[in-house]
C-alpha cells in the first residue's frame, strides 16, 4: 500500500512560490473505532466487542489523564499532550486567562526509531511509499492536478 498524492497549486499570492505545485497526501476514506475493532478481531483472538470496549474506554481515560495535565505515552504508537495557544502580556500581573488564552489543543508526537544509520524515523512512517493517486480514486475534492506517473518513497 502507498500514501496517495494530487498535485496543488499555491494560490496564495504572498507567498514566493505562488502559482507553483506541490504534491498534498489524500485520503480516500475515514477509518473509525468500530472498523479499527473489525481489524483488530481479525488478527487476534479476543471478540470485537471486546475490543471496542477497550478502545472506546482509552479514549475515555486518556481524556482524563490528559485534562488531568499528564502526558500519555502509547508505546509503539507516540504521546500526547494538551497544549495551550496565547498571546503576550507584559508582565505576569497583566496576564489575562480571558484576554490572553486563544485555545487548548491536542499535541501528538509520534514514535520515533534510531537506525542503524543514526536517523530518526517516525515509527508510523517506517517502510512507507507514496504514488500518484489515480484518476478514477474517490478522493473528497478535486485539486489541479496531472498525473506524472510516478511511485518513489518519501
Known amino acids: 500500500m502507498s500514501v496517495l498524492y494530487r498535485f496543488v497549486k499555491n494560490n496564495n499570492e504572498k507567498s514566493k512560490s505562488y502559482g507553483q505545485y506541490f504534491i498534498k497526501a489524500v ?5 473509525d473505532l468500530s472498523m479499527l475493532a473489525d481489524r483488530i478481531q481479525r488478527n487476534c483472538t479476543a471478540k470485537r466487542s ?6 472506546t474506554e482509552l ?12 502526558r500519555v505515552k502509547l508505546d509503539g504508537f507516540g504521546s500526547f499532550k494538551i497544549g495551550i495557544s496565547s498571546t503576550c502580556a507584559e ?9 490572553n488564552m486563544k485555545g487548548l489543543h491536542v499535541n501528538f508526537t509520534p514514535e520515533t526509531k534510531t537506525g542503524s544509520d ?8 517506517t517502510g512507507c511509499h ?3 493517486a489515480p484518476k478514477n480514486a474517490d478522493i473528497a475534492g478535486d ?11 518519501p
Open 130 to 132: 507514496v504514488q500518484f
Open 27 to 31: 485520503m480516500t476514506q475515514t477509518t
Open 143 to 153: 485539486p489541479e492536478s496531472g498525473d506524472n506517473g510516478n511511485s518513489e518513497n
Open 50 to 55: 471486546d475490543v471496542l470496549a477497550v478502545l
Open 118 to 125: 543514526k536517523k530518526r524515523t517516525k515509527t508510523f512512517l
Open 91 to 99: 508582565s505576569p500581573k497583566k496576564f489575562s486567562l480571558t484576554d
Open 59 to 70: 479514549v475515555e481515560v486518556m481524556q482524563d489523564e490528559l485534562q488531568a495535565s499528564h
